[in-house]
């Protein structure tokens, strides 16, 4: 049981806009900021969104991230065939003093 | 270009012991704090182990408190994890991560697999 909830999967078609969410508490994702990542098969993470919101240099305007509250979100629009992947997000949680990661959403272009 | 290059996993039997390192290059490692995650076969990600820039702050996860210890020696660039007393559970590929915070820099190794088993 993970502390932040993703749903186990997503889908949609190309072309269309899909959004992940992520549910935690006050001591992780109401306190400290949202990292997410894309794990293809066999590679490591890499992460799309930090800082809830902010892109790295080199990813898409496609990906973006929201938070309110205790919970996080995910939107990918314009769905491409090679945004399928695992999607994860994670955040500091101040009780634990540690890092803790969402569950994984599987997200499947049809 | 930033590489984080782990090393020292295997097969090992329950109870036994293990060493992982990580070698760090394209950054100023010493500058940075660092963590471990490891991710079961089929499973999520579950963060391990964090370290502060001067090993001055430590943190475990629950489920390997006791068991495992971090370190990293900054003026070889290194990072380790020691395992003990290692379980089924155990079982996974381990990263080596720095991970966004302030900033979008944000590394991580290509994983080494530790497979506990008889």
């Known amino acids: 049981q993970s502390v932040l909830t993703q749903p186990p999967s997503a889908s949609g078609t190309p072309g269309q806009r899909v959004t992940i969410s992520c549910s935690g508490s006050?001591?992780?994702?109401?306190?400290?900021?949202v990292n997410w990542y894309q794990q293809l098969p066999g590679t490591a993470p890499k992460l799309l969104i930090y800082?809830?919101?902010q892109r790295p240099s080199g990813v898409p305007d496609r990906f973006s991230g929201s938070m309110s509250g205790t919970s996080a979100s995910l939107a990918i629009s314009g769905l491409q065939s090679d945004d399928e992947a695992d999607y994860y997000c994670?955040?500091?949680?101040?009780?634990?003093?540690?890092?803790?990661f969402g569950g994984g959403t599987k997200l499947t272009v049809l | 270009e930033v590489y984080l290059v782990e090393s020292g996993g295997g097969l090992i039997e329950p109870g036994g012991s293990l060493r992982l390192s990580c070698a760090a290059s394209?950054?100023?490692?010493?500058?940075?704090?660092m963590n471990w995650v490891r991710q079961a076969p089929g499973k999520g990600l579950e963060w391990v182990s964090y370290?502060?820039?001067?090993?001055?702050?430590?943190y475990y996860a629950d489920s390997v408190k006791g068991r495992f210890t971090v370190s990293r020696d900054n003026a070889k660039n290194s990072l380790y994890l020691q395992m003990n007393s290692l379980r089924a559970e155990d079982t996974a590929v381990y990263y080596c991560?720095?991970?966004?915070?302030?900033?979008?820099?944000?590394?991580w190794g290509q994983g080494t697999l530790v497979t506990v088993s008889s």
């Open positions: 991560a720095k991970i966004a915070g302030t900033t979008g820099a944000d590394y």
């Open positions: 394209g950054f100023t490692f010493s500058t940075h704090t």
């Open positions: 370290i502060s820039q001067s090993s001055g702050t430590i």
């Open positions: 006050s001591s992780n994702i109401g306190t400290n900021r």
């Open positions: 800082r809830n919101d």
């Open positions: 994670a955040a500091w949680d101040d009780s634990l003093h540690g890092r803790v």
